[in-house]
Every structure is written in C-alpha cells, then in structure tokens.
C-alpha cells in the first residue's frame, strides 16, 4: 500500500480490511461506505461542475460493494457515524440516526440516513442542499466521487461527536471529504481507499485544505 501524510492526516492506499487492523484506535469512525445500488445508475446529468455531461455508470461500478461483517462489528466496536446504513444489515438499533435533507425535489432519495452510536437522539441537517455540486449549489464544491458528500456535512457531523473527539478514521475514504473536514477542524484523520484516482483527488484536496490554514486553534 502507499502512504501519504499531509499536515496530521494519514492517508493509505489500499484495502480498508488489512489496513485497519495496523491503525491505532480512533476517537470517531466517520464514514460513507459502498451501498450496493450501482446497478440503478444510468442516466445522463452534468453532476460535475464545469464539466459538462458526465456518463454515470448503466451497471453496479467494481467499488459499489456491500461491505462485509467484520466492517460493521468494527463499527460497532468504536464510535461510528455511517453513511447509507438504510442499506445495510448487521447494525444494531439505534436512537441516533441523523439525516442529511438535500432540500430538493427530486425523483431520487431526498434525504440520506447515517447510523450513529454516539449521538443521543436523531437530528437533521438541512444547511446544505444537494446543489452543491453544480446545478444551482451555494457554496461551489467540485463534486468529484459520485457519492461525494458536502464537507459541511462532514464538519456537522463531527460537531456532533463527543466533544473528547481528537482522531478520526474514514475506511472508504472517496475523494477525502472527511479529511478536508478534519483538516479544516483540527482534528487527527486516518483514511484509506482503494482507488488510486480518488486517492490521487483526496490527498490533493486535503492538502488545498491545509494551504487555506483554516485550522481551528
């Protein structure tokens, strides 16, 4: 695997299940993984600002895979936020799920859901419409994974952790969204993703993240 350190993030190349057991403890899980819903991805839309028409995929893409058990026991196992578990199975009930509202009518999901085991009861973020992207967004973000989601998000979602939380780890790291929030707080990251096109973009984003020294005192 590659490793990349950029200001306090730890970033890996690789697969999540034989990096994670070498990485130390972390105060927060905070991640986006695969849901298994690629198949139904195939039309047309000009998702990515500046670009043009961009052809999503017509079949499921080799990452878009369920994760196994052993990633949901690790989950369960730490202070996790996890985006999609609507998806998955192997979660335990919780009361605090939280639930990213796009603010848009659209024939796809209009809301996205996020299992938690450190957040006492559900709550609901609305301060960043799925427009972001391009298309009409407010705050211009380059939407560059095509399940990508706004660093307000992630930074809301960090906010919401307890308030002891130093380290943060994110197993499918994408286009590094947690880590820009990480940066942009703080706060200790540890990310790994497989694709070495998304890692490329993650370290690049992180890195614009700490040249903006926008770091918390």
């Known amino acids: 695997s590659r490793i990349e350190i950029i200001g306090n993030s730890h970033l890996y190349l690789g697969d999540c299940r034989e990096i994670l057991p070498s990485l130390p403890k972390v105060d927060l899980v905070l991640t986006d993984p695969p849901y298994g819903i690629g198949e139904s991805w195939g039309s047309e839309g000009s998702w990515q600002k500046g670009c043009g028409k961009a052809r999503m995929w017509g079949n499921r893409p080799e990452w878009d895979v369920i994760p196994d058990q052993w990633f949901f026991d690790y989950c369960f196992d730490n202070k996790s936020m996890v985006w999609g578990a609507n998806y998955f199975e ?57 399940t990508q989601k706004p660093v307000s998000l992630m930074e809301w979602c960090i906010n919401l952790a307890p308030k002891n939380t130093l380290t943060v780890a994110d197993p499918f790291m994408g286009s590094g969204t947690t880590g820009v929030a990480c940066a942009n707080m703080g706060k200790t990251f540890y990310g790994i993703e497989r694709e070495p096109k998304y890692f490329d973009i993650a370290c690049k984003r992180i890195e614009a993240a700490y040249a903006q020294g926008r770091l918390f005192a």
């Open 90 to 146: 192997g979660l335990p009930a919780e009361k605090g799920w939280l639930i990213w509202n796009k603010c848009a009518d659209m024939t796809q999901a209009q809301a996205e859901l996020a299992w938690s085991n450190c957040v006492a009861n559900a709550r609901v973020f609305d301060k960043s419409p799925l427009g972001v992207f391009g298309n009409g967004g407010l705050n211009g973000e380059l939407k560059q994974h095509p």
